[in-house]
């Protein structure tokens, strides 16, 4: 006997169950990793603007920025709502940029990731974690293998603010 019902037989329903769950599990994950980039690339663009904030302050002032003015100015959010950071030695915070003898050698905080040794200030983020991963001490900050995200600014450019060279 022919069966003339129209419909799904349970496995044409089954397939095409598992067809929409695996769309469905690639929408999922290229959406979860296109909101992750997102996100980090927001809180790159907050931590240019904190940057900016800070080269203001020095080129004003012709001051390295104090911990107080980031806090009062240049604090922002990053993208999982946790606060950006400051990093400035002890011995550089509030120094004074002498355009007559620009010799800052061996007062620097030197961010440790491999490119830059120069480094004056350092704003951060923490990070999707929001737990702060990298190291930083008198004179060095490592962001090595951390989630966390900086922003620097090296002696070169707070002469060249403040200077013009």
């Known amino acids: 006997e022919v069966r003339g019902g129209a419909g799904f037989s349970a496995v044409e329903l089954a397939v095409a169950l598992v067809i929409i769950g695996a769309i469905m599990g690639i929408a999922i994950s290229a959406w979860s990793v296109f909101r ?3 996100q980090y690339a927001a809180t790159r663009n907050r931590l240019v603007a904190a940057k900016n904030c800070l080269e203001v302050y020095a080129s004003h002032s012709r001051k390295v920025p104090p911990a107080s003015y980031f806090d009062a100015r240049c604090r922002a959010p990053d993208a999982w ?5 400051y990093e400035v030695t002890a011995a550089m915070e509030g120094l004074r940029v002498d355009c007559s003898a620009p010799n800052l050698a061996g007062r620097v905080l030197r961010l440790d990731d491999g490119d830059h040794n120069a480094t004056l200030l350092v704003a951060a983020s923490y990070g999707a974690n929001g737990v702060r991963d990298y ?19 090296t002696i070169h450019e707070i002469y060249q603010i403040c200077c013009g060279y």
């Open 135 to 153: 190291t930083a001490n008198a004179t060095t900050v490592n962001f090595r293998g951390t989630d966390d995200l900086p922003a620097y600014v």
């Open 36 to 38: 992750v980039s997102r």
């Open 81 to 85: 709502g946790h606060d950006l950071v």
